[in-house]
């Protein structure tokens, strides 16, 4: 490993450490606590290049999704440090490969529910099962519905979300979705078997829906376990 010089270390951490703390929060709704551990030689981070930063971060929220616990690590990045040192923020100079672990409870989820990628998928899901179960078109159903999401059950195979819809006369209609929650590819989230109660009706629909996360993402390995969701891959950060 390289030494770390007198230099070296004030820069890291009276420049460069606060400097990538202010723009990962820059990145984010909001974020509880944030560690960034950067590593790399004299001459590299002179030059503007850090071989690597590890970050761990809680209550993290990313484009409207919740996460608990966020372990990252980013290689080969390079910065305008020159700038940096002038006082200006921090900008990447490349895209930035990074890879590691996201951890989301059960609140989590249920707080995520209002992300565009979520909340679209989910009430294209719900209109399509309430079509098989009521024989309408998911516009007619969804129509001056108020979707209210109550409660979410994390299992392994099993992901239980149940709420309410609730029309304009103030009719309320319980529901519950269940569904497993499985890879399609690296960038694509699949639902499986998703089935919906509602009314004393049970209905599955005949084949599963893909939420498509772009793609940057590259998601190795997704685990449903009791009361919590694990994700372990990577994505590609665009300056």
């Not at 529910?113 to 989910?122: E, F, G, M, V």
């Not at 993402?217 to 372990?232: F, H, K, N, P, Y």
């Amino acid at each position: 490993m390289p030494l770390i010089t007198k230099q070296q270390s004030r820069i890291i951490s009276s420049v460069l450490s606060p400097a990538c703390r202010v723009w990962l929060r820059s990145q984010v709704s909001a974020i509880g606590d944030l560690s960034v551990k950067i590593s790399g030689g004299d001459r590299q981070i002179l030059s503007g290049y850090i071989p690597k930063v590890a970050i761990s971060a809680s209550r993290a929220i990313y484009q409207g999704l919740h996460l608990s616990q966020i372990h990252l690590v980013g290689e080969n990045i390079r910065i305008n440090l020159g700038q940096v040192l002038k006082g200006k923020p921090l900008r990447l100079l490349e895209p930035i490969p990074v890879s590691g672990e996201l951890l989301l409870e059960e609140a989590d989820l249920k707080a995520s529910l209002d992300a565009p990628l979520l909340a679209t998928a989910l009430t294209d899901l719900l209109g399509t099962l309430l079509l098989a179960a009521f024989h309408m078109h998911p516009a007619d159903i969804l129509e001056d519905q108020q979707i209210n999401w109550q409660q979410i059950t994390i299992e392994p195979e099993c992901l239980t979300l149940s709420g309410t819809l609730t029309d304009a006369t103030n009719y309320t209609k319980p529901f519950v979705l269940r569904t497993d929650l499985q890879l399609a590819s690296p960038h694509e989230l699949l639902l499986v078997n998703p089935c919906i109660e509602i009314q004393q009706k049970l209905v599955q629909a005949e084949e599963g829906f893909k939420i498509d996360l772009g793609k940057e993402v590259d998601i190795q390995e997704l685990t449903l376990s009791q009361g919590r969701l694990i994700c372990r891959g990577g994505i590609t950060v665009i300056p």
